[in-house]
Structure formats: structure tokens, C-alpha cells
């Protein structure tokens, strides 16, 4: 699993150390230059060489329209996760493969669903 951010790498790695959440990725992918920031899937397609991952078998999770297009850019099934109304119209409008309300929605679908399978189906 990676993360992909925009945030810098700094700020991304002392949030996921204080969690404890380092050890779930094997990459941080943050954007080094403003070109590369989603929605250009730079990092994304970073992530994916880094993870030694095909495009056809990743997916891409995020709560904003500019990680959903970002994905779309690279090729990559989406994930949309709207925690409000708003935010969900804004991420419905990209069009996203699946959409949840919220992560504990997700990780239900994850685990119902996903987990036993070897491919994952949006």
C-alpha cells in the first residue's frame, strides 16, 4: 500500500508517526515540484513503479476531486470517500468508479466484499 499527498513530506511523515501508521506503507509519495501534484497522476504512477503494481490492479482512494482525476489521469479504478454532502456532489462530478460516505463505509465494502478475493472489482 502507498500514500499518495500533496502535502509535503515532511508534514505527511510526522502525521502518519504520530498515528502509527508508517509500518501500513510501504511508499509516501508526496510531490516534489508543483507539476507533479494531483491531478497529474506523476505520483501516482510513482507509486505504482514503487509498489511494482500494474495500473489494472491498483486503486486509488481519496476524498478530494483532484485525487479522483488524478487517478483517472494514470489509469487507475477510483475510490471516492465523501464525508459530506458537498464534498460528495464535488466528487460525484469526477466521476469516481465507487463512492462511499465515509470510511467506515469502505472499509464494511473492504472487508465484505474485497478482502477474499485475489483482483479488486469496483
Known amino acids: 500500500m502507498a500514500l499518495v499527498s500533496n502535502g509535503s513530506k515532511g508534514r505527511v511523515e510526522v502525521e502518519l508517526a504520530r498515528f502509527g501508521l508508517i509500518p501500513l506503507f510501504e511508499s509516501v509519495v508526496c510531490g516534489e515540484k508543483r507539476e507533479e501534484l494531483k491531478p497529474s497522476p506523476v505520483m501516482i504512477e510513482r507509486a505504482l513503479m514503487v509498489l511494482g503494481l500494474p495500473r489494472e490492479r491498483a486503486v486509488y482512494a481519496g476524498d478530494a476531486p ?57
Do not use: T
Open 66 to 122: 483532484a485525487g479522483i482525476e488524478a487517478s483517472k489521469n494514470a489509469g487507475v479504478a477510483s475510490i471516492a470517500i465523501a464525508r459530506s454532502p458537498i464534498q460528495a456532489e464535488r466528487l460525484r462530478a469526477e466521476n469516481p468508479d465507487r463512492m462511499f460516505a465515509g470510511l467506515d463505509e469502505m472499509a464494511d465494502f473492504l472487508v465484505r466484499d474485497v478482502w477474499h478475493r485475489e483482483q479488486f472489482v469496483v
